[in-house]
């Protein structure tokens, strides 16, 4: 008995009829990480910071120049502006023929003796001052005596700074069954699973380099690496010092200008989240910077690289950054270490079914913190 009418037509005996489908697997979900690439990679530090050793605690070693400011530690006895025996706190930091400049005054030191410091009052005609304890004072300068024997001053401890290695690990697993059966898209499952597993643990890279708190772990808590946010502390900028809500272009000048203050210099990378490039490229493509000439048709601008007088800063946007924070790093002075590599190793079975475990282990690495910047509280 015929049962479909003459043309026959795709609506019927759909189970009859082939899919239509991609041999491919498009896969939307970001998974670059811009930091990491930006700061050398997942090893980019080996190089810059000269590691020779290999370990879990990541140390290195960092030095300064003698200080150019200090305090008085003077009993009442001295505040009259006459005095010309002082105290200084940091009993090393001065040596015999240090011009020291108090407030609007200078004076000149003859005699050091652990701390206890005599001075010449009101030097060059400048007038002497009423001091008290914890005056701040400068060194200006160095004017020694003509034929006067040497002496000694203190000189900077080294010091070091560290952060730990982190293990990152994603068990991928398929049934005995798996591997025999089709797919589309794929021709090895564990495969294709276990590439996928890279970029969804560089993601966790990422944002542990906001978010990670410096921790030696123990047998029952992991190691976890500190991000920026542990390294920064000296130049951070926010509300209170810098306003950052608009992001105006001195916003940006400011901050590299606390590094320059600090005596960091060059080139500076700073990460942004992309609503805050957004803000900075309103910004710079307001009227006041850009001009378009009357036939022009397209319009806008992209901040790459901005020129201060204290450094130039290029910035690299990345989704993963948060929107409150702009780090300004100086890139030489930051990078990752790998411990272990990512691997792909086999384990045991243990039933019908195949795992395997993709394993890392890496550390970041920031010196010289005073050559970064952070603004923070960014609106």
């Known amino acids: 008995m015929a049962n479909v009418a003459p043309p026959y037509s795709t609506y019927v005996n759909t189970a009859e009829n082939k899919r239509v489908i991609t041999d491919y697997i498009s896969l939307l979900d970001p998974s670059d990480a811009p930091f990491v690439e930006s700061i050398g990679g997942l090893d980019g530090a080996a190089s810059k910071f000269r590691f020779t050793n290999q370990g879990t605690l990541v140390e290195w070693i960092e030095d300064t120049l003698a200080p150019l400011t200090g305090a008085l530690s003077i009993g009442t006895a001295a505040t009259v502006s006459t005095a010309t025996a002082l105290t200084v706190a940091d009993a090393n930091m001065v040596q015999p023929g240090h011009i020291l400049l108090q407030g609007s005054e200078l004076m000149w030191v003859s005699a050091n003796d652990s701390g206890a410091i005599t001075v010449t009052r009101g030097l060059g005609s400048t007038t002497a001052t009423t001091l008290a304890t914890n005056n701040t004072f400068a060194i200006v300068g160095m004017a020694r005596l003509e034929g006067d024997d040497s002496d000694p001053i203190g000189y900077t401890d080294l010091t070091t700074n560290s952060n730990y290695t982190q293990i990152f690990h994603k068990e991928v697993k398929q049934t005995g069954t798996a591997p025999y059966q089709d797919r589309w898209g794929m021709g090895d499952q564990m495969q294709y699973e276990s590439a996928k597993s890279i970029p969804e643990m560089m993601r966790l890279i990422e944002r542990t380099l906001q978010y990670g708190k410096r921790s030696a772990g123990s047998t029952i808590t992991p190691r976890m690496m500190g991000g920026y946010q542990e390294f920064i502390q000296t130049n951070k900028a926010s509300g209170a010092n810098i306003s950052v809500a608009s992001l105006a272009p001195a916003v940006i000048e400011d901050a590299v200008e606390l590094i320059y203050n600090a005596g960091g210099s060059g080139d500076f990378l700073a990460i942004v989240n992309p609503a805050t490039y957004q803000k900075i490229k309103n910004a710079y493509d307001s009227s006041s910077f850009v001009r378009y000439p009357p036939e022009q048709t397209q319009f806008g601008t992209l901040v790459d690289r901005i020129i201060t007088p204290f450094g130039n800063v290029s910035f690299v946007i990345d989704r ?34 195949e795992k395997k475990q993709l394993i890392g282990e890496f550390s970041f690495c920031m010196k010289l913190e005073k050559s970064h910047a952070l603004l923070t509280a960014v609106s």
């Open 320 to 353: 993963w950054q948060l929107s409150s924070l702009i780090p300004i790093m100086k890139l030489d002075n930051v990078g990752m270490l790998t411990l272990r590599p990512w691997q792909v190793e086999d384990l045991a079975k243990t039933g019908d079914a």
